[in-house]
């Protein structure tokens, strides 16, 4: 598997990784656009949201368990944050490996798209 998530998963390529449980991981966006920028994956490969299946969907909600969690460790959690999902191609989704965004530490932009 060429996937570049699953491969931090599998520790195959080093990364900062913050936080893992049976489920999920989650580390330092290499590319960060704010001060606080993490990537909350689940451990399983999940192409995109549209390839979650409908029993998967408790997944996305242990995801922003953690990532609240984690807003909260990186301080950020009363100033404020965003979760951002991108999904396919005009999604802005670059990484073919389902991922939760955690963005914040400056005023964020208040376009969406
Ligand atoms: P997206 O556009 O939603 O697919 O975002 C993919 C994100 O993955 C980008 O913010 C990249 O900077 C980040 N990224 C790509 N490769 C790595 C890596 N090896 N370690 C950490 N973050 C990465």
């Known amino acids: ?16 990784i913050v936080y893992q ?18 990537l909350i994956i689940p451990k399983k490969h999940i192409p995109s949201l549209t390839h979650l299946a409908e029993a998967e969907t408790p997944l996305i909600g242990h ?12 301080g950020i959690a009363e100033s404020g944050y965003r979760l951002v999902i991108n999904s396919g191609e005009q999604g802005g989704q670059l990484v073919p490996h389902l991922h939760m965004h955690l963005l914040g ?3 964020l932009s208040d376009a969406i798209g």
């Open 1 to 16: 598997m060429d996937c570049i998530f699953c491969q931090i998963v599998d520790c195959k390529i080093p990364s900062d």
């Open 21 to 38: 449980d049976e489920e999920v991981i989650a580390f330092r966006d290499i590319n960060p656009v704010a001060p606080a920028h993490l």
């Open 63 to 74: 995801m922003v368990k953690v990532a609240n969690q984690l807003a909260r460790k990186e």
């Open 105 to 107: 530490g400056r005023r």
